[in-house]
């Protein structure tokens, strides 16, 4: 069930879009229909080319069946992948029968599914073209790397099996990348490395159940079906796993939410902070889990204030040193909590370093410079020019300018210049593309 075992798409552009000069077709229609051609084109190539036998008519409707099965119920994943277990179909069925029949299998399987799953007609034209493409390059080096010309021997066609299920892997994360990037205005190499070495581990899961169906469907066609319950059971074990992951995550953001909301001041800081950090975190090049730790632990960062008393947290006086003690607690506190939970773990220590200053002089352990992680310095850049930029109960909030000055000011001794310096550029640039938009 990783990104290619197998990944689909709901994530499809509506259609072209037209300003007052002239009509503009969006990138990710144009990449759909490229990829509808030749998927299509490959479909009535396994339609010319495929043998039909009427002894063997039971046989088709099974495995389009049994490819239906194994399409059914895709699990989302948070970079919007929809991920199936058809892999294992797909690659047995390109060794049992070849190409052009696997191909015929799993578009059968997908007009099913995506039919009954109301996906829309150009959603399933692009995921039967997409499977077309991925199945007939991995059929290609099948055929290429194989030693025999029989059925497959396991000693000497294992190279053939394992780099064919290397391509089919390599094409199917590609093109369903590609759309959903250009769908989103993502970056494409953050939607490739996106939860990729959970993803990854469940696709290596896969790659002996297809050589089992092989071996299996070689002995006895229908001993293939004792499969059916463990491929089920392995399929709803992860999605149980995603689900508790998200909800875990749904659940700490909405008590940081609730947090935030305690003050009316600081309502929605910590989705600000979230969103300053991922551009920070996108011009840095910060990819796959680092980037989401950055961005999820962002959104958390002030969970620990949850321990301060609404006495100290809304006070709109200076703070007493006593006060100042329970306030800066709250890193730690949001660091304990975080640090129990398995989606945080790795994370956390970017909640418990966020006040560090970069001439260590912060707290709670007074670290310095490149020795404070590099979350925890971007979460301080962030945090700070969102709290100078909103109203606070002891003074109003900063302009912008006077914002960007005080970090400018500050980088150095306060802030990692580095990131200053990243972060001022990106709110220029924002600043003059919102200057062109007035202009126009």
Known sequence: MGKTANRKTDQLPAGSQKNKYRMTVKPALAYQLVIDCIGFFLIFQAVMTFQFQAEMLWVYIFW???????????????????????????????????APTAILISTVANIITDTIGKRGLKKMLFNISQYAITIHLAWLVYDIFKWNTGPLHL??????????????????????????????????????????????????????????IVILYDYEPLS????????????????????????????????????????SYTSEHSQRVARYCSKIADELGLLGNNYENMITTAR????????????????????TLEEQAI???HAQVGFKILSNLRFYKHSALYVYYHHER??????????????????????????????????RIYRKALSREHAIKELMDNAGTQFDPDIVQVFVNILQRENALNNDTRKE
């Open 64 to 98: 389009a069946l049994f490819s239906t099965f194994t399409e059914m119920k895709p699990i989302t994943m948070p970079n919007n992948d929809q991920l199936t277990i058809s892999f294992a179909v797909h690659i047995s069925a390109l060794i049992l029968f070849g």
């Open 155 to 212: 000693k000497t066609d294992a190279p053939a099996m394992i780099f064919s299920c290397l391509i089919y892997v390599i094409v199917n994360f590609f093109l369903v990348s590609t759309v959903i990037s250009l769908s989103q205005g993502t970056r494409l190499v953050r939607q490739l490395t996106s939860d990729i070495m959970l993803e990854l581990i469940h696709f290596a899961s896969l790659v002996p159940v297809s050589l089992l």
């Open 224 to 263: 293939i079906i004792i499969l059916l319950l463990p491929l089920a059971m392995a399929h709803f074990s992860f999605e149980n796993y995603m689900n508790l992951r998200t909800e875990t995550r749904n659940t700490i953001e909405a008590l940081a939410d609730i947090i935030d909301q305690r003050d």
């Open 300 to 319: 958390v960062h002030d969970l620990g204030k949850v321990s301060v008393p609404d006495s100290i947290l809304l006070k709109a006086g200076h703070l």
């Open 327 to 329: 306030m800066a607690g």
């Open 358 to 391: 970069y001439d260590g002089k912060g707290y709670p352990k007074g670290l310095k410079g490149k020795n404070i992680p590099l979350g925890a310095r971007i979460l301080a850049v962030a945090d700070s020019f969102d709290a100078m930029t909103s109203d």
